[in-house]
């Protein structure tokens, strides 16, 4: 029993390791170190974009913590604050990063990490959920109320974030350019572009009765019942674990977006590129692992559900905070004027979101068409 | 019995006065002294502003009794020439406007208010009675095909509404201005607007014969049946009730319309937002207070096609007959070029009809999605 | 029994010829005259609108040929070559057509036959199918799943052919002018054209392992066995067909291209005009001709398959073959930057093909309204 039972308990703890580090909480522990390492970077004025690239694998654990702190927060409070909790803290990373480059003045990465965000969370997200769940799963089915009910809200936040920019061509204005740092806008695209954020607050919070309260068995809360969660945490574990999230995503956010112009220059990179693509793909490391997690187990709803809903909530209640956050913060408030190319991705990618789940079913090849829009965006993107 | 059952008398009375006055026939009544006031502030050039207010609310109760005698008439003449008869009357209101707009040369006005009689049916007809409907029943289920049909017909609409404008900008000229009012095209614009409203009117009589003959059954005409009107009218009654309604709509719309320029000045408000939202809401009252009646009765099939169909009407039927009326009124004929703000809010609401409707299904929440991309086209035309 | 059996004897004769003639297969023989007629007055140098015409004519039943001798070699070779087979060469006459266009350096002809292609089998051949076979049945029904994955792959196409005019416009640069040749764009432009091209090919790769091999049982391939054809071909006749129609396609292809610019002066037609419908409806004839045969049998399934697939196919197939077969043939490397026209009908006609068969279900009227809006763009297309 000697060796051959060492090296089978010793396999045993390998296994188990390794399970931990695949699962959807224990792989980000592995960035861990990059958060230390980009910190020591930064207070040495290292390169920036060694700066930005750890930093940037630093979000990721710190956001995954978030998301881990928020969950068990949430199924300790009730299914009402409960979900309110988990859908207002869900996409707090991306509004911390757009928060330190709002403050940097980079209101044009702020919007391109805006648009990022939605397309990756629609393109990517869903494309790959879908993609490896169908290799698993021959057709997937999911609650095509529910996801018509977010596809919905997606184009109401499309019209909300086109239509500024329809007035600047009317009024004879032009729209953005990709390269700008950022641009002020009349006062008029200010009024309307607070009014349109009241508005989306207003439909978001409805949005949230509808779904928590009214309706709320249209959204199976199944969440973390699925057995790969150890034990729960206690109230006090979870907020403190929020907090120190809460301030890590803030720190390794303030040390990326400070780089990003720098570094942009030095991968050659713009920073429209890095704003749209790359943050928007650190921003969402944690919904994508937990998308294609639920996917690859045959939870299409939940897949579905985290990567519209949360596209959805980019649009309709972080955009609208930060031009808000802007009248007090940055160098002057942010209209919603978006560029050529965030309007077309947009536009296009909420009719490519209504198309692929009005039928409540899925497949691989679906999912490989989201990847391939997404590649076809990131493709042209990359060329500005 | 003496007094308590006066009182008692005395209740039944109110309340049946209070009943007829909130029923759908009875309201509008309410604002018949307006038109003698409008006739009189008019006839003694008082102030455009206050013309313009008060002729804009006798256009109701006249729209409101033309739409009645219509549907009197439809009933007592068989389910062929009934049907076309209520399709036909059914947006006369709207028509009588235009055509006074075009007579006095506003024909931006009159384009106007053609995207807004569409968008109005769409987001707030539609909106109002999915929210009011859906505030009393959880899900509210309505015929799908039906539905279908109707959106795309205004699909269709939306190709033969934009493409002059793409031929403009193509050709290197440019889309009218919102403040303008009343721009010259080219011969070839208007070779193009005749071809194209020759065409619409084409499929909107082959629609007649689809949903009147060929898939009646598609459409349930239990339109008058639901037991809130009192007797039957007499044709006779319905005939003459319908020439006088005619001759007041005619009467309130072309004092409305002679005040336009002057009162919307007075109010601050551009031509173009009267005439895309105030015109708009005042020629579509009566569809408003009818399609929220059926809603809240959970005849959601009735809502659904008074909204869409007469969306769908406005574009198939009433923008091109305007088209060709202008070749005989006002100053130079009309093209259907339409301005960028009217040309994306046709494209989104028509990319939204299908959305809210291809699933046969409503909640309050879609209601009030559709509110919000009408308060969120209304503020940004306010800005114009 | 004398001259009755006689007289008998011929009706049956002439029963059966007219049967031919009529049949998918008979009555492109007709045309097979016009292809010597061409040849001889391409010979002799006659007036390019006849040769035009005449050559026009010509391909149809040599693209007839080959649309029945793919056929038949797929029916001899199991279903997946046989598959593979049939939705390869399926477009073989377009792509023949479109390479001789780029030899003569008519890439804008060349990018209007493509949207030609794309909309005439969205609107011409699916309404006409529709429309025959609604007149017969009253609803039709066909596979949603199938149809819409093939409509998901035209609005990823979309997304493809629409990017790099966003992105000359958003460098400042103009749409290519309808009536240009050729028009030669920034190495940028031609690189994102190859790129998504590659994208293109690879998705349309991955669509026929989707359709062929891991979900064919959604895709009904019961092409051959309705009973119309008579024997099967052995594998060396359907060779030796294959070879002698491609022969001709090319020779008619070339004649066809050589006399477009002077032609189309002659007839009055822009060249842009010839490209988008002339063209495009020569180079369909054939699916054409057999999805309507389909309709009018209630084999929805094949008609919807024939026309939606077949647009699929030239964007993600013959449109990306051409982009990189640019680079060894013509003037310069063609990048997919469309104009505006184009762009419109591109964008309007994916929106209506979704529309149209998201429910599984058609009508004459719907086959009428997708005939209505070919007309709309075709009227418009006219005055360009």
């Known amino acids: ?3 051959g039972g060492a090296a089978a308990h010793m396999l045993r703890r390998m296994n188990r390791f390794r399970k931990f580090v695949f699962s959807s909480e224990g792989w980000p522990l592995l960035l861990v170190p990059f958060i230390p390492i980009a ?4 207070l040495s004025h290292a390169d920036a974009t060694v700066i930005f690239i750890t930093s940037a694998l630093g979000v990721i654990p710190t956001a995954a913590l978030m998301g881990r702190a928020t969950e068990e927060l949430a199924a300790r409070s009730g299914p009402g604050i409960g979900g309110f909790l988990n859908v207002t803290f869900g996409n707090a990373p991306e509004l911390i990063i757009a928060f330190f480059a709002l403050k940097e003045g980079l209101q044009e990465v702020v919007k391109a990490s805006i648009v990022g965000s939605i397309l990756g969370n629609i393109l990517l997200v869903m494309g790959a959920a879908m993609f490896v769940g169908g290799l698993k799963h021959k057709v997937q089915k999911f ?7 977010q596809s919905t809200m997606l184009t109401l936040a499309a019209v909300a974030l086109v239509l500024p920019a329809v007035f600047q061509l009317v009024s004879g204005g032009g729209l953005p350019d990709p390269a700008a740092e950022a641009v002020e806008f009349s006062s008029d695209e200010k009024s309307i572009s607070v009014g349109l954020s009241l508005i989306l607050l207003g439909t978001y919070a409805a949005g949230l009765l509808f779904s928590l309260k009214t ?3 249209l959204f199976n809360p199944v969440h973390g019942d699925d057995g790969e969660h150890g034990e729960p945490w206690s109230v006090k574990k979870a907020v403190i674990a929020l907090g120190i999230a809460g301030a890590a995503v803030g720190l390794m956010s303030e040390i990326l977006v400070g780089s ?13 590129f890095v704003g749209i693509i790359v943050v928007a793909i650190v921003g969402n490391a944690a919904e994508h692992w937990v998308a294609i997690y639920f996917a690859a187990r045959n939870k299409m709803d939940l897949a579905v559900n985290i990567s519209i809903g949360s596209s959805a909530q980019i649009a309709l209640f972080v955009a609208p905070v930060l031009v808000l956050l802007s009248f007090f913060i940055g160098p002057f408030p942010m209209a919603l004027v978006f560029n050529g190319f965030e309007l077309a991705a947009i536009l296009l990618s909420v009719i ?3 198309q692929v789940t009005h039928e409540g079913e899925s497949t691989w090849f679906e999912g490989l068409q989201l990847l391939a829009v997404y590649a076809i965006l990131g493709l042209t993107f990359y060329f500005v």
Chains 1, 2, 3 share one sequence.
């Open 260 to 272: 990003i112009s720098e570094a942009s220059e030095g991968i050659g990179l713009s920073p429209f």
């Open 143 to 149: 609650d095509r109320t529910a996801a018509n009910v």
């Open 352 to 354: 490519i979101a209504q």
């Open 39 to 42: 910190l020591v970077l930064e």
């Open 215 to 217: 309706h709320k068995d």
């Open 1 to 3: 029993m000697g060796r």
